[in-house]
């Protein structure tokens, strides 16, 4: 029972947690009412704390409710009670109407949520009569545009949770993606293995059987036979190899798509522009251009402070082309001279390619020139 009692202390939350302090800024709101009910004297200030206690309650019950008909049900109190603050304590306390206008939003049904508004809209529309009855034109058309920015909230708020959702939607279908490709590529390892090490392995049994068969019959044969079992381990392991290193091998399609998470968990925005899937380039020139490309991206997250980057690859003149182009606060000496960028050189030096890093007006910019070889290019 104490046990029981102490979870439930712990699961406490005035709202949810993953409001962040959002919930609480809106409090701050409710210090109005509070000092024009603290005017009031008797049975009416009794009266406007307890509505406020329920105006409070209703605030928090809508963060934990589903959009159904107890939500609408707190909705409603609050109206009720914007209303009866209005009229019976001061009429600026209509802007607390923010607060069911801000939950309308939350509706996620199109008929539901066209209901409330409709409902809401009343709820205004009332208010700009009590306002015209009450109060000259001038004070009244004081209050009018505030009146069309609550009418307007609804919408706004419901725009925001609907981004937030197909964002929410559009990370899921990406982990679904990924967790796809990683299946599809473990089915790919395995089929490769089979097909290229399986038959291998059977026929090198099949020898070694042979052999122990034939040890004492015909001494020249076991030599022959011997000698193909080496003969056939030794292409085994150069296709386990060779197989080894395509695994390890990046396209640059591949290598753009790695560049563009890693710059969106350092909250960089990057931009691919151009010629993005070269497939005809050989696995040797994809997976040097790709490791260049990571480290420049690399180098980008770790010094520039660039909040943006550029990526551009053309095909012109028998040459690719790719700029790497960021924001940040570009090239010093000590960088310039450091492994990161030797290391690109000397990789593009292998397929005669050339490496240009430069300050620009806003930033640096890293250029790769690679020749394009026709027959690799063609696939020939």
């Known amino acids: 029972m104490v046990q029981s009692m102490d979870q439930n202390k712990r699961s406490f939350e005035l709202f949810p947690k993953e409001f962040g302090f959002f919930p609480y800024v809106f409090l701050s709101y409710l210090l109005f009412p509070i000092i024009s009910i603290s005017f009031t004297a008797g049975i009416k200030k009794m009266i406007g704390y307890f509505l406020l206690v329920i105006f409070f309650i209703s605030y928090r019950r809508l963060f934990f409710l589903p959009s159904g008909k107890q939500f609408t049900f707190w909705v409603a109190i609050q ?60 004070k009244t058309l004081y209050y009018v545009p505030n009146i069309i920015a609550m009418m307007l909230s609804p919408f706004a708020v419901r725009s925001f949770f609907k981004r937030i959702e197909l964002e929410k939607q559009l990370a899921k279908a990406n982990q679904r993606i990924e967790e796809l490709v990683k299946r599809e590529e473990r089915v790919r390892i395995a089929r490769d293995l089979h097909d290229t090490l399986g038959h ?55 290598a753009l798509l790695s560049i563009e998470q890693m710059f969106q968990h350092a909250g960089v925005k990057c931009i691919v522009e151009g010629e993005t899937y070269i497939n005809n380039l050989s696995m040797f ?37 790719i700029n790497i182009r960021d ?27 050339t490496a240009r890093f430069e300050n620009v007006n806003g930033g640096a910019l890293v250029q790769l020139k690679i020749p394009i070889i026709m027959k690799e290019y063609r696939g020939e």
Not at 90 to 103: A, D, I, M, T, V
Not at 201 to 225: A, F, G, H, P
Not at 327 to 353: A, P
């Open 200 to 254: 291998t392995l059977s026929l090198i049994t099949l020898k070694s059987q042979l052999l122990q068969k034939m040890i004492n019959k015909n001494l020249d044969r076991v030599k022959q036979e011997a000698s193909d079992i080496e003969n056939i381990s030794r292409t085994a392991l150069r296709e386990a190899r060779k197989m080894i290193s395509d695994m390890r091998s990046m396209k640059i399609s591949e």
């Open 327 to 353: 924001d940040g606060i570009g090239f010093n000496e000590s960088v310039q001279e450091g492994n990161g960028l030797k290391g690109i050189r000397e990789r593009l030096s292998l397929i005669n390619g």
């Open 79 to 138: 109206m009720i009670i914007v209303y009866i603050f209005t009229f019976s304590y001061h009429h600026f306390l209509f802007l607390l109407g923010f607060y069911p206008g801000n939950f309308i939003g939350w509706y996620k049904g199109d008929r539901q949520f066209k209901r409330a508004v409709v409902a809401y809209f009343a709820f205004n529309f009332l208010l700009v009569i009590y306002f015209s009855l009450q109060y000259p034109m001038e």
């Open 285 to 321: 020139t994809q997976n040097l251009i790709s490791m260049c490309l990571k480290e420049a991206a690399i180098n980008i997250v770790k010094h520039s402070n660039a909040s943006i980057c550029r990526i551009v690859i053309q095909k012109k003149d028998g040459f690719f082309s």
